[in-house]
């Protein structure tokens, strides 16, 4: 999936969900963005994953960093499994 990340309050623009997994009560999300790969970490998706209009995903980790996908539709086909 592509994205848009954030480092302090600038966020990124994502361009690939390269993975997204759970480990114990954790989901860790690897994203290609704009400024490279970045990895966030996130405890509970609903409060950390908010979707914006019908298009727009903005994600937030456990740190406060911020990814933010443009547009859902640009996607490549993995990364919208």
Same mark, same amino acid.
């Given at each position: 999936?592509? &994205? /848009? &990340?954030?480092? *302090? !309050?600038?966020?990124?623009?994502?361009?690939?969900?390269?993975q997204v997994r759970q480990h114990q %009560?954790l989901w860790i999300w690897q994203l290609?963005?704009?400024? *490279?790969?970045?990895?966030?970490?996130?405890?509970?998706?609903?409060? /950390?994953? &908010?979707? /914006? *209009?019908?298009?727009?995903?903005?994600?937030?980790?456990?740190?406060g960093r911020r990814a933010e996908i443009? %547009?859902? &539709? !640009?996607?490549? *086909?993995?990364?919208?499994?």
């Amino acid at each position: 999936m592509r &994205q /848009h &990340q954030s480092i *302090g !309050t600038k966020t990124r623009r994502g361009r690939i969900i390269v993975q997204v997994r759970q480990h114990q %009560d954790l989901w860790i999300w690897q994203l290609e963005t704009n400024a *490279g790969l970045m990895r966030m970490t996130m405890r509970y998706l609903h409060e /950390h994953v &908010q979707l /914006h *209009g019908a298009n727009r995903l903005l994600l937030i980790d456990v740190n406060g960093r911020r990814a933010e996908i443009c %547009d859902l &539709q !640009t996607l490549d *086909g993995a990364s919208k499994k």
